[in-house]
T-cell receptor, first 114, second 110 residues
Framework: DTEVTQTPKHLVMGMTNKKSLKCEQH?????MYWYKQKAKKPPELMFV???????INESVPSRFSPECPNSSLLNLHLHALQPEDSALYLC?????????????FGEGSRLTVL | GESVGLHLPTLSVQEGDNSIINCAYS??????FIWYKQESGKGPQFIID?????DKRQGQRVTVLLNKTVKHLSLQIAATQPGDSAVYFC?????????FGKGTHLIIQP
């Protein structure tokens, strides 16, 4: 199994809603990542979890709250988002953080904030 | 700050021709590079990687060239097919994960 699975694929939410994005991998990877990608732009790193602990937070606003319940799961909780937060949110995993190697990406969750 | 970038936002090629996508990087300490392909509506997909102790690496229909003297990376796709249509990103692998270049949209003309 070399897949990273993200749900939902599409999400539309209002600025007062609370929603969550979910990510799952069963490759035994110990590093998991959230990236944000705007249209026609490269992915931008948001958070890195290493061995289920938050390792990197790239100065992301607190309306985005990551959570890593176990080594296979990564969530991104959303609250009080702004329309400019509309983007493709990509989850990725790698064997360990920091070691050169391939990142495996999910298909992404496309978020629209109204 | 240091970053990895691409030269052209769009590259249009005829089906069957070879494609060359270029990338310039600025961090001379970088020692590992990856090319990703991202099709519309999908996440980035690994194509090929190369370490700084190599100049060239070949895969199936793809070749990556690394010129450390001018800090230049290129991806060559042989006999381009319609399924190659995508945005291609070069990326530098470092301690903080991947730093992506700006991407080149490869358009295949029949």
């Amino acid at each position: 199994d070399t897949e990273v699975t993200q749900t939902p694929k599409h999400l539309v939410m209002g600025m007062t809603n609370k929603k969550s994005l979910k990510c799952e991998q069963h490759m035994g990877h110990r590093a998991m990542y959230w990236y944000k990608q705007k249209a026609k732009k490269p992915p931008e790193l948001m958070f890195v979890y290493s061995y289920e602990k938050l390792s990197i937070n790239e100065s992301v606003p607190s309306r985005f709250s990551p959570e890593c319940p176990n080594s296979s799961l990564l969530n991104l909780h959303l609250h009080a988002l702004q329309p400019e937060d509309s983007a493709l949110y990509l989850c990725a995993s790698s064997q360990v953080e920091g070691a050169p190697g391939e990142l495996f990406f999910g298909e992404g969750s496309r978020l629209t904030v109204l | 700050g240091e970053s990895v970038g691409l030269h052209l936002p769009t590259l249009s090629v005829q089906e069957g021709d070879n494609s060359i996508i270029n990338c310039a990087y600025s961090n001379s300490a970088s020692d590992y590079f990856i090319w990703y392909k991202q099709e519309s509506g999908k996440g980035p997909q690994f194509i090929i990687d190369i370490r700084s102790n190599m100049d060239k690496r070949q895969g199936q229909r793809v070749t990556v060239l690394l010129n450390k003297t001018v800090k230049h990376l290129s991806l060559q796709i042989a006999a381009t097919q319609p399924g190659d249509s995508a945005v291609y990103f070069c990326a530098e692998s470092g301690a903080d994960g991947l730093t992506f270049g700006k991407g080149t949209h490869l358009i295949i003309q029949p």
